[in-house]
């Protein structure tokens, strides 16, 4: 089954996940569920799961991936095998972040998913880092006066979580989350995490890429509400609301699609990523087949 055909990712957690036949089944105290492997784009296996030796063999011979995650996907962990098995946006991703022109092609095209309606076709990158600055501490002031929460600025330490107020605990919290979800997407669709187009030098500047997507609409108002509740499990309750949004609002599947519009913005049909075709590199155009003898190809005299 095509890519475009699969649900886009399955989410199971505190379950034993096994193979019958054809289908996974997952079997908790409320019983079982079947689901035909070949349907499934990704399978997110959450706290509290076991699977089966069988169950990841059949996952792998349908062209399935397999992503361990924390709770409703927010925290991301390993991963399997990439959800198909074309390298087609891996190769697209390559591609345009190792051309200057192409690279900030992307990049503007990220700034203008957070600035609908507004022409970013012709900014630098330094405007875009300015626009992108004021819209967040706009953002933090917004939520602030919302909530009656204070705020002076964005302070935390990475190395001393207890060190920060309640509200940048709160944020550190949810933007981990999101980095859990964008990281989970990236894998799945066989991505590099490392090959970001803003943020670089880091084995993670994709995933920072995408996750920052969704900073502003997600993980800020989050942060805040949480603050304002005072609460005693800041982190805690922080992670269930994200993972509550995620959930309601389908992040995983609108994160996957942004992703491949960023990579492959041209391509009016859904790629099948899981053609499994290899194809041999051509120094002179396309590619070519690798399943035949290239013999007649080679134009030269043998020097002996």
Excluded at 27 to 38: F, K, Q
Excluded at 116 to 140: C, F, I, N
């Amino acid at each position: 089954m095509r890519a475009s055909e699969r649900v886009s990712f399955i989410y199971l957690e505190r379950c034993t996940v096994h193979r019958d036949g054809n289908a996974i089944i997952a079997t908790d105290e409320r019983g079982v569920v079947h689901i035909p492997a070949a349907t499934i784009g990704a399978l997110l296996l959450g706290p509290g799961t076991r699977v089966t030796h069988q169950a990841m063999t059949l996952m792998a011979e349908s062209g399935s991936t397999a992503v361990w995650v924390g709770e409703q996907g927010v925290r991301y962990y390993a991963h399997g095998r990439p959800l198909g098995r074309s390298s087609r946006l891996l190769d697209a991703q390559a591609r345009a972040v190792s051309n200057r022109d192409s690279r900030l092609a992307v990049a503007r095209a990220m700034y203008a998913m957070r600035f609908p309606g507004e022409d970013t076709s012709s900014l630098t990158m330094q405007q875009l880092r300015g626009k992108e600055g004021a819209r967040v501490r706009r953002s933090y002031r917004e939520h602030a006066e919302r909530t009656g929460v204070e705020w002076t600025r964005r302070d935390y330490d990475p190395n001393d979580f207890e060190a920060s107020d309640d509200v940048n605990k709160a944020l550190s919290a949810a933007t981990t989350c999101l980095y859990g979800v964008a990281h989970a997407v990236t894998v799945a669709l066989g991505c590099s995490p490392g090959l970001g187009f803003v943020h670089t030098g880091h084995d993670r500047s994709f995933v920072y890429d995408i996750a920052d997507l969704y900073k502003a609409e997600i993980a800020i108002p989050v942060a805040f509400d949480v603050a304002a509740a005072d609460v005693d499990d800041i982190p805690a309750v922080t992670r269930r609301q994200v993972r509550d949004i995620v959930y309601q609002s389908k992040l995983l599947p609108r994160c996957a699609g942004d992703i491949k519009q960023l990579l492959l913005p041209d391509d009016d049909d859904v790629p099948d990523f899981d053609a499994d075709v290899v194809y041999l590199w051509d120094d002179r155009g396309e590619a070519v087949n690798s399943a035949q003898s290239h013999d007649a190809d080679y134009d030269y005299e043998v020097p002996w």
